[in-house]
C-alpha cells in the first residue's frame, strides 16, 4: 500500500476494479471494545482491500500509468513514451462543472432566513468550498470520500463554531449495519507514526482511532499485532453523542470515473506510444542489402566478429559513405530502405472512437468540432454535444450528494446548539427548513427559459414552482420571495398613488417616478391629515 500522497511505485495493467466494499457487520448487543475489535478482525481486511485499490486508481490519475513502464522486443531502442493521462481531464472536468460553485444554504422554512445565512456565513469561515472540491476529487477517483466534523476548541468571531476536514480514504472506513437501513456502527481512520517499542527500539505502529457514538477508542498496532480483541485499546468519551465522520460515496457501487473507463484510458496511451513509434521508425528506416557483398567486420585480433547467431557481422556504411554496390554472381545487387508507414486516419478514427466511448460513459461533452455543418441551434446543440448528459450526471450526483450532506449537517446543528454564541443565530433552525442549493451556469437559452417563466406565471401556476420549474435560477425559493415582496410593494405603491390621486381630485393618476418607500408616502399622509 502507498503510504503517502508523493510516493509512487510501478504499476501494471487492472482490469479487476468493480467498485469499493462496503464493511457491513451484525450490530452487537453493546459497542464496546471487544465487540468492536471482533467486528475489526473481520473488516480490515476488506478495508486493506479497498485501499490498495484507491492507493492504484490515485496514482493512475496523477499520471503514474502502465504505459510508462512498457516493454519493447522489437527495436527496443525506439520507444517513446506518451501518457494523455485522461482520467486526470475527466475528474478535473468534473469537479468544475459540478463543484467550481460553492453549495448555498436556502431557507425553506416559515420563519426568517437570518439562522440559514449564519449557517452559510459558517461555511465560508470554515473554507467549505474549497474542501468539497477535495471531496469531489477523490470520490470521482475512488468512488468514495469521506469529511471530519468536530467542535472547535476556541470560539472566535472569525471562526466557523465547527471545524471540518477531508479524510484520506485509503486511511478512513465506516462500518455499516448488516440489517435494514444500513445505519453507521462506527467509523475510525488509521495512521503511522514512529515509536518505541518494549526492547527500546524504534519502529512503525498503526495508530487506528474510532469514533462510536459515545466513545472514542485507540488501537496502537504494531507489525506482530493482528487481533483487536486481544489488543488494550485506550478510551475516552464522544462528547458530540453522534460520528463525527461522514462517508460521501459517488454512487451504491463506490465506482468512480478513473477505474469506470481504465482499459479505454491504457488504449489511448498505446495507441499515442505506437503511433509515435511508428513515426521515428519510419525516420529511422532499416536500410536492406540484397545479394551484396559487404566486407567482415573484425576484432582487434583481426578475427571476424559474430553475432549472438554465429553470423560473421557486416561492415554497415555511414551516413554520408558512398556505397559499393558489387553482386553475387547472377543475382542483381541492390539497397533499399525497409519501411511500413502507419495509416494516420486509421488510428485517428480509432483513437476518435475510443475518446467518444469515455466521454459518453462518464457524461462528458464531447469535443468534436462541428462548426463545419449540422445546422442545429439551441437546445438541439446541448443535446447533441453531451452538455445534456453532463447535466443528467451533475443531478444525479447531487442527489447521492445530498444524502450525505444531510448526515454533515445534523453534526454541524449539533455543535451549533451546543456553542453558546452560535446558538443565538441558529435559534430554532431545523434540518427541515434548509434545502441545499448547487449553482452552475444557467444563462444557456435564457430566452426560452423566460418565455417559459412568462407563460407559467400568465396560466396561473403558482410562483414558486414556476421559478423553480423554468431553471433560471440556483436558489429559485429565494428569488421568488424576493420577487413576490418587491411586487407586494409594488402594488402598494400603485394603490397609494391612486389613492392621493383621487383625494387631491386630479384627473389622472399622479406620475409613478417616486420609489415605494420615498416621499410619496409622507405627502399621502400629509393630505389624508
Not at 428569488?479 to 383621487?502: C, F, G, H, P, T
Request: charged share 30%; proline share 5%; hydrophobic share 35%.
Amino acid at each position: 500500500m502507498i503510504s503517502s500522497t508523493s510516493s509512487t511505485n510501478q504499476i501494471e495493467e487492472r482490469s479487476d476494479l468493480f467498485g469499493r466494499s462496503i464493511l457491513t457487520a451484525t450490530p452487537p448487543p453493546v459497542l464496546d471494545a471487544a465487540s468492536i475489535g471482533k467486528i475489526m478482525n473481520d473488516a480490515m481486511p476488506i478495508h486493506k482491500k479497498n485501499s490498495e485499490e484507491i492507493s492504484y486508481l490515485y496514482q493512475f490519475y496523477r499520471g503514474n500509468q502502465p504505459a510508462i513502464y512498457r516493454t519493447k522486443e522489437i527495436r527496443p531502442e525506439i520507444k517513446n513514451t506518451v501518457i494523455e493521462n485522461r482520467a486526470f481531464e475527466i475528474v478535473e472536468f468534473k469537479k468544475g462543472y459540478e463543484f467550481s460553485h460553492p453549495i448555498i444554504y436556502a431557507n425553506i422554512g416559515p420563519d426568517d432566513s437570518a439562522p440559514v445565512d449564519a449557517l452559510n456565513r459558517y461555511a465560508r469561515l470554515d473554507s467549505k468550498d474549497s474542501k468539497d472540491i477535495e471531496l469531489a476529487e477523490w470520490f470521482y477517483i475512488s468512488g468514495t470520500s469521506y469529511r471530519l466534523c468536530l467542535p472547535n476548541v476556541t470560539e472566535s468571531e472569525d471562526e466557523a463554531p465547527y471545524f471540518t476536514d477531508v479524510l484520506d480514504p485509503r486511511n478512513t472506513f465506516v462500518v455499516y449495519s448488516g440489517e435494514a437501513g444500513r445505519k453507521p456502527l462506527f467509523a475510525g481512520t488509521h495512521v503511522k507514526r514512529k515509536g518505541v517499542d518494549e526492547a527500546g527500539r524504534e519502529k512503525e505502529f498503526q495508530i487506528y482511532g474510532v469514533y462510536t457514538e459515545d466513545r472514542y477508542f485507540t488501537w496502537t498496532m504494531d507489525d506482530r499485532d493482528t487481533d483487536f480483541v486481544k489488543a488494550a485499546p485506550t478510551m475516552e468519551a464522544n462528547p458530540l453523542g453522534m460520528l463525527p465522520i461522514v462517508e460521501y460515496p459517488l454512487n451504491s457501487s463506490r465506482m468512480g470515473y478513473v477505474e469506470l473507463c481504465i482499459t479505454l484510458f491504457n488504449a489511448i496511451n498505446t495507441i499515442g506510444c505506437n503511433r509515435l513509434d511508428g513515426i521515428e521508425q519510419f525516420v529511422q528506416a532499416l536500410l536492406v542489402f540484397i545479394n551484396c557483398k559487404l566486407p567482415a567486420e573484425m576484432d582487434n585480433d583481426g578475427k571476424p566478429v559474430k553475432n549472438k547467431y554465429g553470423q560473421v557481422t557486416k561492415v554497415i556504411p555511414k551516413s554520408g559513405d558512398a556505397i559499393d554496390i558489387e553482386g553475387s554472381g547472377t543475382d542483381k545487387a541492390d539497397v533499399k530502405y525497409l519501411v511500413s508507414e502507419l495509416d494516420q486516419s486509421h488510428v485517428q478514427t480509432a483513437k476518435d472512437n475510443l475518446l467518444e466511448a469515455v466521454y459518453e460513459k462518464c457524461g462528458v461533452p464531447s469535443r468534436k468540432d462541428r462548426a463545419a455543418g449540422g445546422g442545429d441551434t439551441g437546445q438541439a446543440v446541448v443535446l447533441r454535444d453531451g452538455w445534456g448528459a453532463a447535466e443528467s450526471r451533475a443531478k444525479s450526483t447531487e442527489k447521492t450528494f445530498k444524502k450525505s450532506e444531510t448526515e454533515y449537517l445534523k453534526i454541524v446543528l449539533r455543535i451549533c446548539r451546543d456553542t453558546q454564541s452560535s446558538a443565538v443565530e441558529i435559534g430554532n433552525l431545523s434540518l427541515g427548513d434548509i434545502e441545499m442549493q448547487f449553482t452552475r451556469n444557467r444563462n444557456d437559452n435564457m430566452q426560452v427559459k423566460a418565455t417559459t417563466l412568462k407563460l407559467l406565471l400568465d396560466s396561473g401556476v403558482n410562483g414558486e414552482d414556476a421559478y423553480e420549474t423554468c431553471e433560471l435560477f440556483s436558489d429559485p425559493v429565494a428569488v421568488w420571495r424576493k420577487s413576490k415582496a418587491w411586487q407586494d410593494n409594488e402594488a402598494q405603491y400603485i394603490e397609494s398613488k391612486m389613492k392621493l390621486a383621487r383625494l387631491l381630485g386630479a384627473s389622472e393618476p399622479a406620475t409613478l417616478d417616486e420609489p415605494p418607500d420615498g416621499g410619496i408616502f409622507a405627502q399621502k399622509t400629509d393630505a389624508e391629515a
